[in-house]
């Protein structure tokens, strides 16, 4: 079975050339590989043309014909040929290796403080760490997925303000994750600017929810669960789950920060500054490492002279124990049995039960968080290798933000001035939950599927809109290059056609239908597909696993993104111009069977995306 039809072509070629798989160039046309002469010219002090027209004679590999042209030789896929070796390989398997291996892997993700509900920034963070999750599991990695909860600090401290101390009532018909964030957490800062005694006594509260075991940690605690609960509701419903929640109270209180903090000692890798504006601060000795020479003050503290430690303390904590750097372990309780029927346990310091996982000692570890965090990344990263003398694999899976279009803001009252985005604020009430862009987009798809379908039940429209609002949401901060910063647009979002999720959806619904109607794809012979549209869908066809190798290699999902919508603008092309149904004879086999490969690599890309999908719509 073929695993990878782009590089085994690669391979043979270079194999044959006796040069490396990067000098080979694919080209937009002339040829499916092409391979300039210009350096074999000066090694072999040769004119290019002429060692191009030597190759030409001498190269030769299995379904490919060797073309030389200038200085190029040109090497031409026969898809008639290649196409029933291609077409017979493609399974629920296409594009995994034969070989796998199989690592323990921490992907972490979502982590957003139990204050509010989460916003679009926040589910491009799930959207983005989900799929890796779903990718590396599809390469056989054994994946634990994780989301820290920061139940300690200022964000539980300004509800603890509201709820206590300014008498906002608790009670509300609001969904509990948006009340705290929309109502309380607005109305709280909008009080300190007139009462600054309050950000005294909010330092005290900091301080009894870090201690635990007293009445305002005790609130704390249930406030932060009844927020939680309510925000996992919102990343199930976008068919996004967990293994383990990651108390930031249980690293405090677990003694695992002593733990790492005396390790970092006893190995000399921090100071504390005897003068400056840092005297008595603990500092992480980075200034020496390559990485870091360039930087002025590179030195990360890690612990202030008042003796409150830095996130970035409490995260190199945190990655060390991933790591198994640490001879300490959390306990851990069942939290919640999810909708997809699995358990989600979360750390502990009190009643372990007892037959938990073992989540960590991993091999490798993925930190979804924003580049703005890059910094302390970097810093977390750079300590695990002092400690461990290795480079181990901690990664920080950097992206940007999510940003409001001048039209949206306005949307929402917010005055843009002459900008054309803004950045959400929080404080300032200026953000757009993921539930309200959800609900919106359920609206709407709920519509147009009651148009098309007027005989169908309430159940099935309902189903059908909500798979599309959920699509149409995810593919939407997908498809963007994580590095780059996503200009969301309400309406562009609401957008349910073009290189959007629901002309995916209707792709595989409207190859799922051809299918049903053929009832079986019998024998076939893949050299009538003859027609260059169909030459076009083979050709993505074979891409595939390329694709997914290079998906997995940078850490890319935006490449099955634009993958996916490429296969099904080919396909709908091949469709709107040749019958199938109505071919006759073997063509209409040999057309089938090419629709029945392109709906199984439709599936498997689709749902590496999380991507709903449906039969019928």
């Known amino acids: 079975m073929l695993f990878n039809p782009w590089s085994f072509f690669k391979k043979q070629i270079a194999k044959e050339l006796d040069v490396k798989i ?11 590989f092409a391979f300039p002469c210009f350096n074999l010219a000066k090694k072999l002090n040769k004119n290019p043309n002429g060692i191009a027209k030597d190759l030409e004679k001498k190269v030769k590999v299995n379904f490919l014909e060797t073309r ?35 690592k323990k892997v921490m992907v972490e993700h979502t982590s957003v403080n139990p204050n509010k509900a989460l916003h679009i920034g926040h ?33 539980m401290s300004d509800l603890i303000i509201g709820f206590k101390f300014l008498d906002i009532p608790v009670e509300t018909k609001m969904k509990f994750d948006q009340y705290c964030g ?21 330092k005290t509260i900091t301080k009894k929810i870090e201690e635990g075991n007293n009445e305002i940690s005790n609130l704390s605690g249930e406030i932060a669960r009844k927020v939680l609960l309510e925000q996992l509701k919102t990343c199930w419903r976008m068919n996004i789950y967990y293994d383990l929640l990651n108390k930031e109270t249980d690293i405090i209180q677990s003694k695992l920060w002593e733990k790492s903090f005396d390790m970092l000692k006893e190995k000399n890798l921090i100071y504390q500054a005897a003068e400056g504006d840092k005297k008595g601060c603990w500092l992480l000795k980075l200034s020496n490492l390559p990485e870091f020479k360039e930087m002025k003050d590179a030195d990360a503290t890690i612990k202030r002279s008042d003796g409150t430690v830095l996130y970035i303390g409490k995260d190199i904590a945190y990655a060390m124990w991933k790591h198994g750097l640490l001879d300490l372990d959390f306990g ?27 989540f960590n000692n991993v091999d490798k570890s993925i930190a979804v968080i924003d580049v703005r965090q890059s910094y302390y990344q970097d810093s977390v990263k750079a300590a695990l290798k002092l400690i461990s003398g290795k480079d181990e694999e901690y990664i920080h899976y950097a992206y940007d933000l999510v940003s409001l279009s001048s039209k949206t803001a306005k949307q929402l009252g917010i005055d843009v001035g002459g900008k ?14 993921t539930d309200t862009v959800l609900d919106a987009l359920f609206k709407k798809a709920l519509e147009e599927t009651k148009e098309r379908n007027p005989d169908e039940k309430e159940e099935f429209l309902k189903e059908t809109a909500e798979k599309i609002a959920v699509g149409a949401l995810r593919y939407e901060l997908e498809k963007v290059s994580p590095e780059k910063i996503i200009v969301f647009d309400m309406d ?10 629901p002309y995916l959806q209707y792709t595989y619904t409207r190859a799922s ?71 006759e004879g073997k063509l209409r086999d040999s057309r089938l069977k090419l629709v029945e490969c392109v709906r199984t690599v439709l599936k498997s890309s689709l749902e590496l995306l999380g991507i709903p999908l449906m039969e019928k719509m």
Request: aromatic fraction near 12%; charged fraction near 30%.
């Open 492 to 501: 562009e979002a609401l957008r349910l056609e073009g290189n959007a999720a």
């Open 22 to 32: 990067e000098e080979i160039e694919e080209p937009e046309k002339y040829g499916d």
């Open 420 to 433: 054309s985005f803004v950045h959400m604020a929080g404080r300032r009430g200026w953000v757009v939950n």
């Open 68 to 102: 030389a042209a200038g200085p190029y030789v040109n090497f031409y896929i026969n898809w008639q040929e290649f196409a029933q070796e291609l077409l017979g390989s493609i399974n629920d398997n296409y594009g995994k290796p034969e070989k796998m291996e199989k």
């Open 182 to 202: 929309d109502i309380v957490y607005v109305k709280v800062h909008k009080m300190y600017e007139k009462n600054k005694n309050l950000l005294e006594k909010k």
């Open 123 to 155: 589910i491009r963070n799930s959207c983005l760490g989900d799929s890796l999750v779903r990718l590396l599991e599809f390469f056989g990695n054994d994946v634990v997925i994780a989301n820290y909860i920061d139940d300690t600090g200022d964000q």
């Open 513 to 583: 239908s051809i299918l049903r109607k053929a009832e079986t794809v019998k024998n076939f012979d893949a050299k009538l597909l003859k027609d260059p549209k169909e030459t076009e869908t083979l050709k993505l066809l074979a891409k595939y696993p390329d694709i997914l190798e290079k998906s997995l290699k940078d850490l890319k999902l935006h490449y099955i993104s634009n993958y996916i919508y490429e296969l099904s603008v080919s396909f709908n092309l091949f469709y709107q111009f040749l019958p199938v149904l109505k071919a």
């Open 332 to 358: 851990y309780n069942k939290f919640v049995k999810q909708p997809n029927n699995t358990i989600l346990w979360t750390t502990t310091t009190k009643n372990p039960e007892k037959g938990s996982p073992k």
